[in-house]
């Protein structure tokens, strides 16, 4: 984006564009970048500050459901395993996540709070819903559907900002929409990957290779919700159990509005949860927007067991196990990092260097951010070209006869076949010192 000028039609290579999320993200990360430079910091900045507003969001919805609860659900929040861990991830889902969390506060204030104010809050949601849908498109609503049960189940005593509804509603579309509309436009058939690929097949097929198998939701959602709710996976269970023994006396309308702020947050929880167990697309970090209301049910369990805030020892015991587990992470020798990608390339080469091409292996994206490099992935053999979501940006004859000046990279065992392939189409293959993390570094010569 930066590079181009080009903030609405996403790509990841000049050649290659990348439809898989809308743009609210990368604006975020660019302009972060743009503000404080090209360093791996900036780019994770979004994703950090995301991490402090979804502390502060648990803070704020705790105070209006559960007031004197508020200060356990920040600390909660800020110090569970999985946000905690998340917070320097450069992906789409903290993002969500703060955007979600603002939707649903502001929600929490038109329906728990003042009568008075309720027509703005509902306004703020919606517009707290536009940005989230333009941070992930379809799967930014799915708190909503808390939003629908709870006026079927526990509905207000009064009707409270039915023009604001509409409004805001209004609102979202004016928000959300545009941006569709103007790429859908512009890029013909790209209203149909984004229906068929990004929404339905992510539901209904094994397309996407993420978990898709019928116990998948159980291997991925059952340690992530376990392990990232740690040290308050105890406390978040015995919350699971107090609801369960309440679910007879819910039966009955009084009970459910009298429980009103707590069904709330259980819906918050529970039916975003059910969608992604049955969508056959599963990662960890899809529930991670669920962390906000259960800091929230963990601090409400907390209070209701009539205990104050833990020991301030065993609190920084546990943030310095924190930070440990993230120095180790970030210490860890890993084939991933591309700043070591970046040195290893330095060290092989004495000019700027244009670009660099992956030879049918990952591609370090991240390069680009460490060397201002274009990066390309190829294909061995050529493929028919896919318009969206193709997973090669070209073949490796079509780029070797671009002739430009790159630098190549590929797994050794593929080396001895791309000299094979080279040798008829009048190139040579110059390997650039030691392989480095299994790969041949290389360059090409006519």
């Known amino acids: 984006m930066l590079d181009s000028g080009n903030f609405i039609d996403l790509s990841r290579h000049h050649e290659s564009g990348h439809w898989t999320k809308p743009p609210v993200t990368y604006w975020a990360i660019a302009a972060s970048i743009a503000t404080f430079g090209p360093h791996p910091w900036s780019a994770r900045l979004p994703a950090a500050l995301a991490f402090l507003a979804c ?5 704020r ?22 946000p905690f861990g998340a917070a320097n ?22 329906r728990f709070g003042p009568h008075e104010r309720a027509g703005r809050w509902l306004l703020l949601m919606w517009v707290s819903f536009a940005a989230a ?111 369960a023994g309440r679910l007879k006396a819910w039966r009955d309308a009084a009970s459910r509005r009298q429980d009103a702020p707590l069904l709330a947050l259980w819906l918050w929880v529970l039916l975003p949860l059910l969608v992604f167990c049955i969508a056959r697309s599963r990662l960890p970090l899809y529930v991670l927007p669920l962390f906000v209301p259960i800091a929230v049910l963990v601090a409400r369990q907390w209070l209701a067991e009539g205990r104050s805030l ?14 440990g587990l993230r120095l180790a992470s970030a210490l860890w020798p890993s084939n991933k990092d591309a700043g070591r990608w970046a040195e290893a390339l330095d060290s092989r080469v004495d000019h700027q260097v244009e670009e660099v091409v992956f030879v049918e292996d990952m591609a370090r994206y991240g390069l680009h951010l460490h060397m201002g490099v274009a990066v390309e992935k190829v294909s061995l053999e050529p493929r028919p070209r896919e318009l969206y979501g193709a997973e090669f940006d070209s073949s490796f004859a079509g780029e070797l006869l671009e002739r430009e000046d790159a630098i190549w990279v590929t797994k050794q065992p593929m080396f001895p076949v791309l000299v094979e392939r080279a040798a008829p189409l009048g190139f040579r293959l110059v390997p650039l010192g030691e392989p480095y993390e299994g790969r041949v570094i290389f360059r090409v010569v006519r």
Do not use: C
């Not at 991830?89 to 939707?103: C, M, N």
């Not at 799915?142 to 409004?167: E, F, H, I, K, Q």
């Open 133 to 243: 849908f333009m941070t992930k498109g379809p799967p930014a609503l799915l708190p909503l559907l808390a939003v629908v049960a709870m006026m079927w189940l526990a509905p207000a005593g009064d009707r409270r900002g039915t023009r604001a509804w509409w409004a805001g509603a209004l609102l979202f579309a004016a928000l959300a929409l545009p941006w569709y509309l103007v790429v859908v436009l512009r890029h013909e058939g790209l209203l149909a990957y984004f229906l068929g690929t990004e929404v339905v097949a992510r539901i209904a097929s094994d397309k996407l290779h993420r978990n898709p198998e019928w116990y998948g939701w159980l291997l991925v959602y059952g340690p992530t919700l376990v392990l990232g709710t740690l040290p308050w996976t105890a406390v978040a269970w015995r919350a699971l159990r107090s609801a």
């Open 310 to 323: 833990p020991r301030i020892r065993w609190i920084a015991v546990w943030v310095i196990v924190l930070l």
């Open 55 to 59: 502390t502060w969001l648990a803070w």
């Open 61 to 82: 919805v705790a105070r209006r459901l559960q007031p004197g609860s508020e200060n356990m659900a920040a600390l909660a929040y800020a110090t569970m395993l999985l």
């Open 89 to 110: 991830l450069i992906t789409t889902d903290f993002v969500l996540a703060a955007f979600q969390g603002l939707a649903m506060w502001a929600w929490v204030e038109s």
